[in-house]
């Protein structure tokens, strides 16, 4: 910006110093009549003056724009709005989500600390909300994790004789060739199940998205989650501080603080994860996610990597 007011004044004081310069017939009309000293003299001060007050407006113009204190009431001095950056940016909590503006949050800590502000980027924390997405990200999420390692016995694997159990004809009892059909008991299971996997495809732009309108909801951002000893009891107090709030899922960007994990293990309401590891089912079982800077920089770099296909 200060690269584009500088060019910007720049121009302005040529044009202004073109004013005072003499066009070419002013010059040769200058050159027949040297011999005047009236015109002369004339001549001479009206160039200075205009070189002058351009200089001067110029020097006035530098000297407004970077002297100026942005005031949200202020009137007199206030910057060209045409020279202002066009980006939007939201810092208010009552926001509409899925505007793609970067986001202006307050960083606090553990102790509810000021620790200054930080720029989230719209293209990952401020997507348009679609649930179609996000149930197509948690079934695929819950079908991968399944173990897959059920199995039913087909009439080779289980157990007993292959003898007939008795004559085909002339006991009035119904015919059979084996003991272990499925209509006994301890028999076989038809069309049972057998291990396999219960994965399916899910295309990586479809998951990214998925991650980021889950990361578009309530978000809290620390600026570390460094706890002074691993007592739980510390963890309860600075969850007690925190309003509306019945699960957190702690994020952090590096390995998980050993005190951290003693301090949290026994809380059924407070998880920790790394920054590799948060996923959007996660996410969904939490209705408060606390982020590390450290972890909202991980999340954002993996967000703008390029997909390998």
């Known amino acids: 910006m200060a690269a584009f007011?500088?060019?910007?004044m720049l121009r302005s004081f040529r044009t202004l110093h073109s004013v005072g310069r003499p066009s070419s017939n002013g010059a040769k009309f200058a050159a027949s009549h040297r011999s005047h000293g009236t015109f002369s003299s004339l001549y001479g001060e009206g160039l200075?003056?205009?070189?002058?007050?351009?200089?001067?407006?110029?020097?006035?113009?530098?000297?407004?724009?970077?002297?100026?204190i942005l005031t949200p009431g202020a009137d007199e001095g206030a910057f060209p709005?045409?020279?202002?950056?066009?980006?939007?940016?939201?810092?208010?909590?009552?926001?509409?989500?899925g505007l793609c503006q970067d986001l202006l949050i307050p960083v606090t800590n553990f102790h509810n600390e000021d620790k200054g502000f930080m720029v989230l980027a719209g293209d990952v924390f401020d997507v348009p909300i679609r649930k179609d997405i996000i149930h197509r990200v948690v079934r695929w999420q819950l079908a991968k994790r399944q173990q897959g390692t059920h199995s039913t016995k087909t009439i080779s694997e289980v157990s007993g004789t292959g003898r007939k159990p008795w004559k085909q004809k002339g006991t009035g009892r119904a015919r059979h060739g084996s003991l272990r059909g499925p209509q006994f008991r301890g028999g076989e299971t038809k069309h049972g199940p057998k291990p396999r996997s219960h994965a399916f495809k899910l295309n990586k732009k479809v998951r990214r998205l998925g991650l980021?309108?889950?990361?578009?909801?309530?978000?809290?951002?620390?600026?570390?989650?460094?706890?002074?000893?691993?007592?739980?009891?510390?963890i309860v107090s600075y969850y007690n501080q925190m309003e509306s709030t019945k699960k957190v899922l702690l994020v952090d960007g590096g390995p998980i603080d050993e005190k951290l994990k003693l301090a949290t293990q026994n809380l059924h309401y407070v998880n920790v994860l790394p920054a590799i590891g948060l996923n959007v089912y996660s996410i969904l079982l939490h209705d408060t996610?606390?982020?590390?800077?450290?972890?909202?920089?991980s999340i954002v770099q993996r967000m703008h990597t390029p997909i390998n296909r």
């Open 212 to 234: 980021k309108i889950a990361l578009s909801a309530r978000l809290l951002v620390f600026d570390d989650l460094a706890v002074p000893t691993h007592k739980t009891k510390n």
């Open 81 to 97: 709005s045409e020279l202002l950056s066009t980006k939007p940016m939201v810092a208010t909590p009552d926001r509409t989500i």
């Open 289 to 297: 996610l606390v982020m590390s800077r450290d972890a909202v920089n």
């Open 5 to 8: 007011i500088s060019k910007r």
């Open 48 to 68: 200075f003056s205009a070189e002058r007050s351009g200089f001067l407006l110029a020097r006035s113009m530098i000297r407004r724009f970077s002297t100026t």
